[in-house]
């Protein structure tokens, strides 16, 4: 029986399906793997489903002996935390749960966009600190959502799912920027812009669902976040260094822009001290796919490609 190490607790269903294939390992902490733990992973296990924070670097595999391991089936879809290509080289496979966290986190772009444009949380705030007086008619004044102009930066799975809720749910016109042109039949009337600066100028909300790489560290920089209106907002359910989290600082103290939602860090679980003090914030800690059942299907689709590794089938999500 394959050896499978899940370095994280999952939901009992995942674990107990686990066990019915595979000589499990649950690692009990909630914290990311050190480098020990992950060395000693892949000379000990088959397989291991690492998740977001368990860094398997290209110099960690020079590191490593021969590994054991011949498979990473990651739990979530983002897998920058793993050099795929020095995997590979090592002789491991890199898996992904693609599908099954796109409209929960989709429904969390959506939970940010209305909460920053409406200034949710400051009024939360203001009750829970009994500074409330009443109602009166200048309170707390946002911005109205319906039929606004909804800016997306990246047209995957879940930048068109966040497209079809501001269009069909709020009446939003929708322009995007996307580095891979595809079809859209379910969104006919959303317009690509050629350029990232003309979708952050048309835009009064833009969501950023861009996968993280490279090519996508600080794509969202001040001249990005310059180009922006002022009554606009910003919201991240993609990855935190996507955004110069410093230059959003800058923008948003200085009244370039009028609020940002954030599920997502640069440096996470860190919070710059700056946004956790800035009432037009709206702060989030990494809620986009936390839901029992889609936690539950992301576990499930993690089996499913270590079962084909086991089975010598053809993996169904090789990143």
């Known amino acids: 029986m394959l050896k499978l190490f899940l370095s994280r607790p999952l939901p009992d269903r995942v674990i107990a399906a686990a066990r019915e294939g595979f000589d499990v390992t649950v ?11 992950m060395l000693e992973a892949l000379a000990g296990q088959d397989i291991i489903a690492p998740t977001l924070g368990d860094t398997f670097s290209a110099e960690l595999f020079a590191a490593a002996p021969p590994p054991r391991a011949r498979l990473l089936a990651n739990f979530g879809v983002g897998y920058n935390h ?3 290509a020095a995997a590979r080289a090592a002789g491991l496979e890199v898996t992904n749960t693609p599908g099954a966290v796109t409209d929960a986190t989709a429904d969390i772009a959506l939970t940010l966009m209305l909460m920053s444009a409406r200034r949710v949380g400051e009024g939360e705030r203001l009750v829970r600190a009994g500074r409330w007086e009443g109602w009166h008619p200048t309170q707390l004044l946002g911005l109205h959502m319906s039929g606004k102009t909804l800016g997306i930066v990246g047209m995957g799975r879940i930048g ?14 929708v322009v995007y920027f996307t580095r891979t042109p595809r079809p859209l039949p379910d969104l006919p009337d959303a317009r690509a812009l050629p350029r990232l600066h003309d979708v952050m100028e048309a835009a009064d909300i833009v969501a950023v669902a861009v996968p993280a790489s490279a090519e996508t560290h600080h794509l969202i920089d001040a001249a990005a976040l310059a180009a922006m209106r002022s ?8 990855r935190g260094d996507v955004i110069d989290e410093t230059a959003l600082i800058a923008a948003l103290q200085a009244g370039r822009i009028a609020g940002a939602g954030l599920d997502v860090y640069e440096h996470e679980p860190h919070v710059p001290d700056a946004l956790r003090a800035m009432e037009n914030v709206v702060l989030l800690p990494h809620l986009g796919t936390a839901a029992l059942e889609v936690r539950e299907a992301m576990g499930m689709m993690v089996l499913e490609n270590a079962r084909a590794f086991r089975d010598g089938r053809e993996l169904p999500n090789v990143v």
């Open 231 to 238: 009554h606009a907002h910003l919201v991240n359910i993609a």
């Open 160 to 173: 068109q799912a966040i497209a079809r809720r501001g269009q069909f749910g709020f009446g939003m016109a």
């Open 27 to 37: 690692r009990e902490s909630t914290a990311p793997m050190s480098r020990a733990e």
């Open 82 to 84: 793993i050099d795929v």
